[in-house]
């Protein structure tokens, strides 16, 4: 059967009124609104491991009240990684560093750099069997960092420009989604 375009206009029309009263009650649940976000999150770091072909990867977000960032999704990583690194501030590690500098930050070896040695975390993360690890802000369009994408290579390696430069495409869209649905919330 084939229809007109004022007949799919007009259903088209039906099916949004019917859903839009359900979507509105969903954005005020909190409950779904939690599992939508780290389920979006999740998402995400799944994709920096795509992009990347890291080993682990975690993201961050800025904590307003601790002014640090804390893991908020992640993959690959035990308990004492988790632990150690659940809230990093200004200059701490390499997500430390990049949110300190506001730029993306490639440490090819961890246990030859300058970010590293000598510090507690150095253990940790080779404990972590992480030996390669690149972080990129999460900016919004106030120039404030939001948040970190992270992702962990198991062997010293450096991914090319491209790569990083996809990287750096995907934490743009996260920050403005970040953006967009926190002034949904408010």
């Given amino acids: 059967m084939r ?3 004022n007949q799919a206009i007009k259903e088209a029309r039906q099916i949004r009124a019917s859903i839009t009263p359900q979507l509105k009650q969903m954005t005020q649940d909190a409950r779904f609104r939690r ?9 995400i770091v799944d994709q920096a491991i795509r992009i990347t072909g890291a080993d682990m990867a975690n993201l961050q977000l800025v904590d307003r009240a601790s002014k640090g960032l804390r893991i908020e999704a992640q993959r690959g990583f035990s308990q004492p990684f988790l632990g150690f690194f659940n809230c990093v501030h200004d200059g701490r590690a390499v997500c430390g560093t990049a949110l300190r500098n506001r730029s993306q930050i490639m440490v090819p070896d961890v246990a030859e ?7 507690p975390a150095l ?3 080779l404990d972590a069997s992480v030996r390669a690890v690149q972080s990129t802000p999460l900016v919004g369009p106030d120039g404030c960092v939001l948040g970190m994408i992270s992702t962990h290579w198991q062997r010293p390696w450096r991914p ?17 989604w970040h953006v967009q649905r926190a ?4």
């Fill in 160 to 176: 090319s420009n491209h790569i990083l430069y996809l990287l750096s495409l995907l934490a743009r869209g996260v920050a403005d």
């Fill in 123 to 125: 253990e940790v993360v």
């Fill in 183 to 186: 002034s949904v919330i408010q």
């Fill in 35 to 43: 599992r939508f976000r780290d389920s979006m999150l999740t998402t």
């Fill in 113 to 119: 750099s300058p970010i590293f040695l000598g510090t």
């Fill in 3 to 5: 229809i007109t375009a």
